[in-house]
């Protein structure tokens, strides 16, 4: 058993060594840049044009569809704020999810701030958004949907077909967050008629500060970064050589590897998730039980407090988040889960847990083992928990 168990993929995967020893040449004797003429450059060039094809291919895009971006956020920005920018005059209507990143909803926040409107579409219990008010929140002067791919804390896998279908026959460009999904469930960008997809080489077994946008050709968005001739004039900056070669390769393992670490991850996932439901009395699952990413496991437990939680199982060796890292440090309870209807007490006593391929069954054991300790010393000191027994609610 290792000294810590890593249960929290969701907010950054360890790098791995195929991955580092692709991006090592390109850190030392391989440091040209990739918009000079001359034969080191060429070669940087060269491998940024091959990621750049592993990249579109896992997606079904075309190569000159992928630019590269500094990470999920600025595609997020680059996508939203630019669409909005450039369809300013047929309309300001933007549409989102009540459960989307914070990536996306401050940049919606922030476009309200400058006379966008945005409508947030509710969803159901499980997460998944309503399609009939979707439907009924396209306007005339809509010009963009934007839906997370897959929830980012409880795991739920939107119905992304649906609402690409729905996006063309209206004639509205359709962003999607994939930050979660991309390397971890099949993608395709032609079938689900996607128009701009955002992706984190962090959240793959890459290195942090690289991302991608892939933007049909179609859609042609103006930039948000300007300076330079880079990336087809579509996002100035001279580019991040071994941090894209490292996505690159990444992108290649997932791909390689994804039928088989989805079965093995799923199987992982549920074993913890029915060991929970079954053992710790008041808990209850958030998010489609089906319909979900491969290795996220969101938990409620009643009558406890998710913070302190937290700082407990990490005493005991185990790394979990209360939901987004993005929003760690927040006090107020996760805007996903009260969007799912639940109660600000329960949404507070909520841990995410989220696995890949090199978790083990003896790790949840162990994780399940120190939860049952955690949540019933947590309970003994819960004022809630008391009230609770005394009027024999549990």
């Known amino acids: 058993m290792p000294d810590t168990i890593y249960l929290d993929d969701a907010a950054t995967t ?6 580092l020893d692709a991006m090592m040449p390109y850190l030392t004797e391989m440091y040209g840049n990739p918009s000079s003429i001359h034969s080191f450059g060429a070669q940087c060039n060269a491998a940024c044009e091959k990621a750049r094809k592993t990249i579109a291919g896992l997606i079904n895009a075309k190569d000159n569809e992928i630019y590269f971006t500094s990470g999920g956020t600025e595609s997020d920005n680059w996508a939203i704020k630019s669409v909005a920018y450039m369809k300013k005059d047929k309309g300001r209507h933007i549409i989102t999810s009540a459960i989307e990143h914070h990536a996306v909803m401050e940049t919606c926040e922030a476009l309200i701030r400058e006379g966008f ?18 439907r ?75 991302g991608m946008l892939y933007m049909r050709n179609s859609a042609r968005i103006p930039p948000m970064v300007h300076g330079g001739p880079h990336e087809r004039r579509r996002r100035a900056g001279t580019l991040n050589v071994p941090g894209i070669v490292g996505f690159g390769k990444a992108a290649e393992l997932a791909g390689a590897g994804m039928p088989e670490n989805m079965a ?5 996932r549920d074993y913890l998730i029915d060991r929970i439901l079954a053992e710790i009395p008041h808990s209850r699952l958030n998010g489609d039980r089906v319909r979900r990413l491969p290795g996220n496991a969101n938990i409620s437990f009643r009558y406890i407090e998710g913070e302190s939680m937290l700082m407990m199982v990490d005493m005991k060796g185990i790394a979990a ?29 909520s841990l995410r847990m989220t696995m890949s391929e090199r978790t083990t069954k003896e790790e949840l054991d162990y994780t399940v ?17 008391e009230d609770a027994v005394k009027n024999k609610e549990v």
Request: hydrophobic residues 45%; aromatic residues 4%; contains cysteine.
């Open 14 to 19: 360890r790098m791995r060594p195929e991955v």
């Open 117 to 134: 409107e945005v409508t947030f579409v509710g969803v159901d219990e499980m997460g998944i958004i309503k399609m009939d008010d979707l």
């Open 136 to 210: 009924a929140a396209i306007r005339p002067d809509t010009v963009l949907i934007s839906v997370i791919y897959a929830n980012n804390e409880i795991g739920t896998i939107q119905p992304i077909r649906e609402i690409g279908e729905l996006a063309r026959s209206k004639g509205v460009l359709f962003h999607t967050d994939a930050v979660q999904a991309f390397g971890h469930v099949p993608i395709d960008v032609e079938a689900e008629k996607i128009d701009m997809l955002s992706a984190s080489a962090h959240k793959v077994n890459g290195p942090k500060g690289v």
């Open 264 to 268: 093995k991850v799923t199987a992982m």
């Open 321 to 349: 988040s209360t939901g987004s890292a993005c929003a760690s440090g927040s006090l107020d309870p996760s805007h996903v889960l009260l969007a799912i209807g639940l109660p600000h007490e329960i949404a507070h006593g």
């Open 369 to 385: 083992e120190a939860l049952k300790e955690v949540v019933g010393k947590l309970r003994s000191m819960s004022p809630l928990y």
